[in-house]
């Protein structure tokens, strides 16, 4: 059997830990990568609880802030106050990758940098400064608006 579950998407608030700071969570948004009829894009939306590294992380992802989540599923079942049964999937994480940081940093939580995504990161802080997507986070082949020179000789058909 097999639970793994990869996530990228964006924290929808600060995160909330206990007063120890053994434990955290937050909701993260994850685009769907389809449009809707009506042209936007839908998301769905995910609790994520973690356990190790609650103060680092706590102090460096912020509303807004682009991540990476490695976990797995779990059941969170209870019964509320007014005697209803919740049930709910949450993901607990093993591993929170930092795509964009409200400070600029890019690491992951085991504080380890990520030098791959350093120079594409540092080439969209203005558009993530903004709130906005930085789209070739998402898509290699995302074009900014430059041409493209391709010949007819590089094609392969």
Do not use: C, W
Not at 79 to 89: A, D, E, L, M, R
Not at 104 to 113: A, V
């Amino acid at each position: 059997m097999m639970n793994i579950t990869g996530l990228v998407g964006r924290t929808t608030r600060d995160i909330e830990s206990n007063d120890k700071q053994t434990a955290a969570h937050f909701d993260l948004a994850v685009q769907r990568n389809h449009k809707e009829r009506d042209g936007n894009y839908k998301a769905d939306f995910f609790r994520v609880n973690f356990f190790s590294n609650v103060k680092y992380i706590s102090e460096n992802v912020r509303k807004g802030s682009l991540i990476t989540v490695t976990g797995r599923l779990a059941n969170d079942n209870y019964t509320n106050s007014n005697g209803q049964k919740v049930h709910n999937v949450v993901v607990l994480a093993n591993n929170i990758g930092f795509l964009s940081l409200k400070n600029g940093n890019n690491q992951n939580s085991s504080g380890q940098s990520n030098n791959n995504n350093q120079s594409r990161n540092n080439q969209n802080n203005n558009k993530q400064d903004n709130g906005e997507i930085a789209h070739d986070d998402f898509n290699p082949f995302y074009n900014d608006g430059d041409n493209i020179d391709v010949s007819d000789d590089d094609l392969p058909f």
